[in-house]
C-alpha cells in the first residue's frame, strides 16, 4: 500500500468516525426527547446515570439548535444529516441517492438575492436547501457522480411542479 493510498483510507477513516460522532450526538438528542415524552426526566436520567438538570440542559440546547425529528420515509432530518448517514455506513448508496432525489428542498433566497445583487457578501443558507448537498459533496461525504445524479433528479422534479 502507498503512503497516498494510506493517507486517503485514514482520511475515509477520520470522515467516518467525523459523521459518526454528529450523527451519535443528534441520536442520544432524539432518544432523550423520545424517552422524556414517556417518562419522568428525573427517570429519565436516573436510568442513564446523569443528573435531571443535564438532561433539562441538553434538551434545551437541542431546541435553541433546531435539532428536528426525522421526517417519514427519510433517514435523516436534512439532506446534510442523510449524507453523514450514508458516510457513517448507516445507509447504503442507492438509499442515499433516493432520499437526496426526493427530498423536497427549501428555496435559498439568500442565493437568489446575492446573485441579483452581485453581491460577495457571504449569505446564509437556507437549511434543507440544495446548498446541504453541495457542502456534503465539498466536505466528501458523497462523491461526484452521486452529486451529479442527485442534482439531475431534484431538476426534475423542480421541473415537474
Not at 502507498?2 to 441520536?27: F, Q, V, Y
Not at 437541542?62 to 448507516?90: C, H, L, M, N, T
Amino acid at each position: 500500500m502507498t503512503i497516498a493510498a494510506n493517507s486517503e483510507a485514514a482520511i475515509a477513516n477520520a470522515r467516518r468516525a467525523r459523521a459518526r460522532r454528529e450523527l451519535g450526538a443528534l441520536d442520544y438528542i432524539r432518544n432523550i426527547r423520545a424517552a422524556v415524552e414517556t417518562a419522568d426526566q428525573r427517570v429519565v436520567a436516573r436510568a442513564l446515570g446523569v443528573s435531571q438538570p443535564a438532561i433539562s440542559k441538553l434538551l434545551t440546547q437541542a431546541d435553541a439548535r433546531g435539532v428536528k425529528p426525522i421526517p417519514e420515509g427519510f433517514s435523516g432530518a436534512s439532506p446534510y444529516e442523510i449524507a453523514e448517514r450514508y458516510a457513517a455506513g448507516d445507509i447504503d448508496r442507492d438509499t442515499m441517492i433516493r432520499e437526496l432525489s426526493v427530498w423536497p428542498y427549501a428555496k435559498n433566497e439568500g442565493l437568489a438575492a446575492a446573485q441579483a445583487e452581485w453581491d460577495s457578501t457571504p449569505y446564509p443558507d437556507t437549511p434543507g436547501s440544495f446548498e446541504e448537498v453541495g457542502q456534503a459533496f465539498d466536505e466528501g461525504l458523497i462523491d461526484g457522480e452521486a452529486y451529479e445524479l442527485i442534482l439531475d433528479a431534484s431538476d426534475e422534479v423542480s421541473a415537474s411542479e
